[in-house]
């Protein structure tokens, strides 16, 4: 977990207020949590926001992530942007039931890694289909034109057959 130590935030060391942290993602970002990802530029902006007993923290990405397209399986660079909140408390006593955007640690903590939270950013941006389209790209038709030609895509109707299949009310 040392290629994570780029991630962490001394926290114990900021002012109240908001201060800004800049991270240029590589790929021992991906490596660090066995993924198969890969980028070539990806910047976040992390906006940490330090108050007594709590910290706000907006995670701004934007960049490029190597993937493959879902219709041709070609290589694309797909551009994505996102922002993800994090409400972060500080507090003896955590509830043990956790919440999606909300994280607890301890008064004693002096540093918080953001790795995960960037990982997990990064990953909610990537949408779940995945075209050539979406990086501007045009599929590759050899292999799309092999895939259309082995389905069968045709829905054949026989004479006075209804095609309505929604159902009817009485």
Not at 8 to 23: A, I, R, S
Not at 37 to 52: C, G, R
Not at 117 to 128: F, K, R, V
Not at 131 to 159: M, R, Y
């Amino acid at each position: 977990m040392n290629n994570l130590r780029p991630y962490d935030v001394d926290f114990v060391k900021l002012k109240e207020g908001t201060h800004q942290f800049d991270f240029e993602i590589d790929n021992t970002l991906f490596e660090a949590f066995q993924s198969s990802l890969s980028t070539e530029k990806l910047a976040v902006k992390l906006f940490f926001t330090k108050s007594t007993n709590m910290f706000n923290l907006q995670f701004d990405l934007n960049g490029k992530v190597n993937v493959e397209c879902d219709r041709c399986l070609n290589a694309i660079n797909l551009p994505i942007s996102n922002m993800q909140l994090l409400i972060v408390k500080v507090t003896e006593f955590a509830p043990e039931k956790e919440e999606n955007d909300l994280i607890y640690i301890s008064p004693s903590d002096y540093k918080l890694n953001v790795a995960q939270h960037i990982y997990d950013a990064i990953l909610l941006s990537i949408p779940i289909k995945k075209t050539c389209a979406d990086a501007n790209e045009i599929c590759d038709t050899s292999i799309t034109n092999k895939i259309t030609g082995e389905i069968d895509v045709e829905l054949e109707v026989e004479p006075g057959q209804d095609t309505d299949y929604t159902d009817e009310e009485d």
